[in-house]
């Protein structure tokens, strides 16, 4: 990575976080895990050595010699994008860029000493100025919080997989951990949306670029606002079978899909959170170490609580009954597979398993 020059401000005025701490940014089930990790004497050198595989050397010749590494006299605007992002976010040194040429719409952030930032040329055609500034501080976040953790332990465990799938209970306990791992993946990403937030400081430009990962670039044929309402129609599903299917959908996937992050950093934004964080209230890097472990994971606990409060979808709502002991979650499991209750085009009187 490159020293950044101190004082260098971004290209347009934008509030600048000093000694702001990633755990400002990242969603409790991320941070809860992080914190953890972090607390573990050794932790990150064991996992370097195992990830010896990957070498950082290795991806950062691959990249010198297969992309174009973005300075003042290549990429210039995306270059000054990433040093606007760390400068915003106060991260010392700024990590290199690279673009390389891909007709596919990607970004990551590869590495765990020196990461390094690669987009490819289908985003950069893609995304307009705004948009690129929200995606390149969403790959200045994952650095930050060390996100290259998570992909280096879910490498490791298909790699293990692979290797003892012949043996039917250790394929089973791995699996079952690749996709817990999946699931902290997920949120890791909504963390780095929020990150993608403050570095831009564009609510509607990060919106934009995420429906525009979902249905490509002509921003004339699309509206944020209905997307939303997207998202909205998602969360309700249809009945506990569409809640069954969406479950399944996302087990394998590493990433969050595009309307969900749309509507969480929505949500985020309007909170009292992201207010405080915007009013200089946030917590700074000199209190990492003092952060308790339980407290994180109490508010992991939560958050995952609320969202099955607040959620419309069929099986959240099951599941809020279980808690409040509901005694007719049967007859409503019933009603939705059996069609009992429901007439003609209408909904039964129990008002469950109906179309919405």
């Known amino acids: 990575m490159t ?191 929020r990150a993608g937030l403050l570095a831009g400081q564009d609510l509607q430009a990060s919106m934009r670029g995420l429906m525009k990962l979902a249905g490509g670039a002509n921003m004339a044929e699309m509206n944020v606002d209905a997307f939303l309402e997207q998202a909205a129609e998602y969360d309700k599903a249809g009945d506990l079978r569409d809640s069954v299917l969406k479950l399944l959908q996302v087990l394998p996937q590493t990433h969050p899909f595009a309307v969900v992050r749309v509507a969480q950093l929505k949500k985020w934004a309007e909170s009292e959170e992201y207010r405080s964080i915007m009013a200089g209230a946030y917590p700074r890097r000199g209190d990492d170490p003092d952060t308790s472990v339980g407290a994180q994971w109490k508010a992991a606990a939560e958050s995952y609580s609320q969202t099955v409060k607040e959620s419309k979808d069929p099986l959240m709502g099951l599941l809020r009954d279980l808690t409040n002991g509901v005694g007719t979650v049967g007859g409503k499991l019933r009603d939705t597979f059996t069609g009992a209750g429901r007439t003609n085009g209408s909904s039964g009187s129990n008002g469950s398993g109906g179309e919405q």
């Open 3 to 193: 020293d950044m020059t101190k004082g260098t401000a971004p290209s347009r005025r934008r509030q600048r976080f000093p000694e702001i701490s990633t755990r400002a940014w990242e969603h409790p089930a991320d941070r809860s895990g992080l914190v953890a990790l972090r607390k573990l004497s050794g932790f990150d050198e064991i996992l370097k050595k195992l990830a010896g595989l990957v070498s950082e050397r290795s991806v950062r010749l691959l990249f010198l010699a297969t992309a174009v590494k973005a300075s003042e006299r290549q990429f210039p605007e995306l270059h000054d994008m990433v040093r606007d992002a760390a400068y915003v976010l106060d991260l010392e040194k700024v990590p290199d860029l690279y673009v390389t040429q891909d007709p596919a719409v990607n970004a990551m952030c590869i590495g765990m000493d020196s990461p390094v930032i690669v987009v490819t040329t289908g985003l950069v055609d893609l995304m307009d100025e705004e948009e690129l500034r929200a995606v390149i501080g969403h790959e200045v976040g994952h650095a930050m919080s060390g996100h290259a953790v998570y992909q280096t332990m879910l490498l490791i465990l298909t790699n293990l997989a692979a290797r003892i799938g012949w043996l039917p209970l250790g394929n089973l306990a791995i699996t079952a951990l690749i996709t817990a791992l999946k699931e902290w993946f997920r949120k890791a990403e909504l963390s780095s949306d």
